[in-house]
């Protein structure tokens, strides 16, 4: 089945600062989001991204599906976006349209 | 839109116990999921549904494992004979899919989840 990797693993950053995240797939995909785990285990949704480049105030995505890879952009990190950030894809003759995650990035920025 | 809820949102349970969640999607969504979260990874999808119809099924998924969505809108998933092994977050979540979206747009939106305990 496809694969999903994603890096770095753990991000530790000073509030203010600027950061990426990569999500890698192994095959091509119907459908990629990236979300952002609250520390009470609510899965927010950040992008439904599966190709091209969105933005939503301090956050952007790029998904370059064709390279098999989404990047997520967070700039003035503050405390509250700290936290876990998942990349999840639906791949095309998948079971079910399930979505298929990423072991996550986890995010601590400090003030 | 009051998105989707989940029901209890805490269980803690004694080995060999059934346990019973319930997952109430976004109103005219059509399909529903069920995923399985434990510590430090990021959640596998057990199950689905669209309207009242079981699609599919997870290997995760054992025979002590029940879902439900008896009449296409809230759905039920039953564990029976709890053993340690299951203690995770139980996820919801629900979509506005099929093939007659353009681009068959299918985002997923998660409820709050069921932390369940089994001691």
């Known amino acids: 089945g496809i694969q999903v990797e994603q890096s770095p693993p753990d991000l530790i950053l000073q509030e203010g600062a600027n950061s990426t995240l990569r999500c890698n797939f192994s095959?091509?995909?119907?459908?990629l989001q990236w979300f952002h785990q609250n520390p009470w285990g609510q899965l927010i949704n950040l992008f439904y991204i599966p190709s091209g480049t969105k933005q939503n105030g301090r956050l952007s995505a790029t998904t370059v599906a064709t390279e098999r890879y989404s990047l997520l952009y967070i700039s003035s990190s503050q405390t509250t976006d700290s936290g876990v950030y998942f990349c999840?894809?639906?791949?095309?003759?998948?079971?079910?349209?399930?979505?298929?995650f990423g072991k996550g990035t986890t995010l601590s920025v400090s003030s | 839109d009051t998105g989707v809820s989940q029901n209890p949102r805490h269980k803690i349970t004694k080995r060999g116990q059934n346990v019973t969640f319930r997952c109430d999607p976004i109103?005219?969504?059509?399909?529903l999921y069920w995923y399985r979260q434990t510590l430090g990874q990021g959640p596998e999808f057990l199950t689905y549904f669209q309207n009242e119809a079981q699609l599919e099924k997870s290997r995760l998924l054992s025979d002590r494992f029940s879902a439900e969505r008896p009449k296409g809108s809230f759905s039920t998933l039953e564990i029976q004979r709890t053993e340690q092994g299951d203690s995770a977050m139980y996820l919801c979540?629900?979509?506005?899919?099929?093939?007659?979206?353009?681009?068959?747009?299918?985002?997923?939106?998660f409820g709050p989840g069921t932390r369940l305990t089994v001691l």
């Open positions: 999840a894809v639906e791949a095309p003759n998948q079971a079910g349209t399930a979505l298929i």
């Open positions: 979540a629900s979509s506005l899919g099929g093939r007659l979206l353009a681009g068959g747009l299918n985002e997923q939106f």
């Open positions: 095959d091509s995909v119907n459908n």
């Open positions: 109103s005219e969504h059509n399909r």
